[in-house]
């Protein structure tokens, strides 16, 4: 009688306690989306007052108080597209299109056939191949920029595209196999049985049966990579000059110490992000597949 007089007692207190824990549960929910809010604003914020600086004159941008509904203007915007300087920024983001599109579609052809050596088709000591595409990530780049200078010299190719190309696909492939290789491993082994049983070569597979499942993946792959390269700068500052210089080399231009340039500035890092944010939004989708594969088994 006392075991049953118990279990009355028992479901009250839990259907008492139940009103609470769900009470609790949605305002942990509210404070983990608030930090979330929070979080992203923080991010963004300086996105956003850099691009509101833009449309700013030098004097209101320079101004110590933040001067937020001070007049817009297009000058920064002309000073950059050489109405006012002179200067002409058309040929360096011509060149840092080139350079950083080229150089990720060389990196995504080559990574794929790698990463499916490393993964579906593991070649022997395949774990110290892979070590050795991170090892190549271990050495600071400014360590090697004198040696590739040296042999830039050499062979007569400074100030050229190419050689900019060359390197940043050697910069971008040990991340785009490493990224590729996860992806991969995520693929049931019956469907490349599958496929060899129907008579399907290597090119086939690839083609027709790897490609369509890790599309999110490489598409996330070459953001990242196009990314990469597009902000790089190093190499380029050094490696190049009139003729193959990149977009993030005609910004540092535009910091002098012969007056007040931050409207300027602000304009021109707004020009030269467009591509990636453009980039960003037009693979957003695949890009959060991609990142999230092999997250939930």
Known sequence: MTAVAAAPRTRRVRAASAPGRTRESRGTRLGLGLAAWAVGLLFVLPLVWMV??????????ASPSPQVFAPLTLEGYRSFFGAESGANPWPTLINSLWAAGVSTLVVILLAVPAAYALSV????????????FLSTKFLPAVAGLMPLYLIAGRLQILDNIWFLLIIYAAMN???????????????????????SLDGA?????????????ISPGVAATALICFIFAWNEMLFARVLTGVTAGTAPVFLTGFVTSQGQFLAQVCAAATIVSLPVLIAGFAAQDKLVQGLSMGAVK
């Open 52 to 61: 509101l600086t833009s449309f700013h004159s030098e004097t209101d941008a």
């Open 201 to 213: 070569g290597l090119m086939t597979t690839l083609r027709s049966i790897i490609l369509p499942i």
């Open 121 to 132: 088709k593991p070649v022997r000591k395949w774990s110290d191949v892979m070590f050795f």
């Open 173 to 195: 492939l040990p991340i785009a196999v490493w990224m590729l290789r996860s992806f991969l491993v995520d693929i049931p082994p019956a469907l490349f049985e599958a496929a």
